[in-house]
């Protein structure tokens, strides 16, 4: 995203992917229902090393279009709230950027995603920008009513999807290299050099500025060096941090953005859970899906919250909700969140190495107690909000997914906050210490809102990339 905004302000970009080519798979999409995908496997890399929960999952993908190869294209924007809502517990957890800051370039984000959605604000959820709308069924009425009682909003989860028909040899209909990147203008706007794996960046002392990035080769393994102006970390939210502790030099000598030993901490994720729900009154099947918005800021603990996605069941169910078919089960995914706090940490592991020669990245998070009730409270409201619906509901099998990793969110690890002492970057994503290098991944994030990430990682890349394009054309 933030390639692309800023070869759109005509500043030419170089960017190394470490991967090759998009991973091959199949979507097909018929009448704006995704009734088959066959996603390309994610991969476990080498080169990370887990010291908390064992059971935490690492799973990345070196490919152009990252996990975008996998990703499910849930774009929900965050609320006003969400950036501010942690200055209660501390001032540490305030965002450097308010909704209305981010605003444009959400809408900027979601332009280039080809989204359903219902384009009317509810709870908690501002609306954005949609190519095709989509209405909760009539049905399910009932329960938006409820919610709404408890100052929650139901409405259709925006998706991005793509047009209403598609067949494609790759699993998802957003791909962040074919939807952003395939397009744009070539050398010299902009280069594309893949299989170059960012080994670090390297300081020039005197200048006091990071002067380039050196890169492995992948088939050749030889190290390459590539002088810029300014440097984008965007390698996903662990790989970013390995990035900049490898860029350990004289003047950082802890890594770049370690002054005040921030770097790595605060990593944080989604619990994530998924369950099936048996009604005993039939109710539209829901394709797309669903979404019931977090209860409100004001009743909640602070940073503590969950979000629910309401869908249908397989092509079968999908097949149905085209033609307005009712079914007694849906499924349920819940996304929690955690307080971030500093014990959560990723840094360079003591004694393992990866292929590179650079140290393994090790992953110290866990959910303590308060995020697991939470989960178990979720489970309950939304029994108790569908049963004041008109609709007893009972929990089938819960998938038991409850450790860190499995929602691919993390988030946190190179924090963002005005203040050096709290933030490893500035609020245009710049490294306080170095502002001619930003990480603009969800690395940035101060907290985690219960919305999945994706959509505020591409508008938070937009903004600081426009205001790098800015600032570069002014130099
Ligand atoms: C199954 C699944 C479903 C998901 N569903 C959703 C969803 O519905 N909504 C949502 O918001 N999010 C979802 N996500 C999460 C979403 O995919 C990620 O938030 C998003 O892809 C993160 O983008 P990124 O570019 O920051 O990181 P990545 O997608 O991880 O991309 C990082 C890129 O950097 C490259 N790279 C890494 N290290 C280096 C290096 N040293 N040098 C050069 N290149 C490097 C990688 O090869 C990769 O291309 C889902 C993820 C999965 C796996």
Sequence with gaps: MATYQLVRRGIPVTMLESGEDIQRGTLVRMAGRNLYRNLPPMTKPTGFVVTGDPETNFEYNYALGGLSNQWTGAVPRFCAEDFTAGEQVHEKYRWPVTYSDLAPFYAIAERTMQITADPSDVPNLPAGHCDYQHQVPQDWHSVRREALKRGQGFTTMPLADGPPFLFLRRGTSFNSYSKLLARLPGEPAFKLITRAHALRLEWDGQRKKVAAVVYCDRQTMAHQRISASAFIVACGPLNSSKLLFNSACSDHPNGMGNDAGLLGRYLHDHPREWWAVDVDTPLTSLSPPAYLTRLPHASSDPLLASSWTLGAFGTVGKIKSRFGKKTTYFGVQVFGTMVPEEKYYVGPAKDQKDEFGFPALEINISFDENVL????????????????????????????????GTAKHYGGAARMHASPKFGVTDGFNRLHEIPNVLAVDASCFTTGAEKNPTLTVMALAARSADRLASDLRAM
């Design 373 to 404: 009730r939470n989960m178990v409270k979720a489970r309950e409201h939304l029994i108790q909000l569908v049963y004041d619906a008109g609709h007893r509901g009972t929990i089938r099998e819960i998938v038991p997914t409850l450790f860190p």
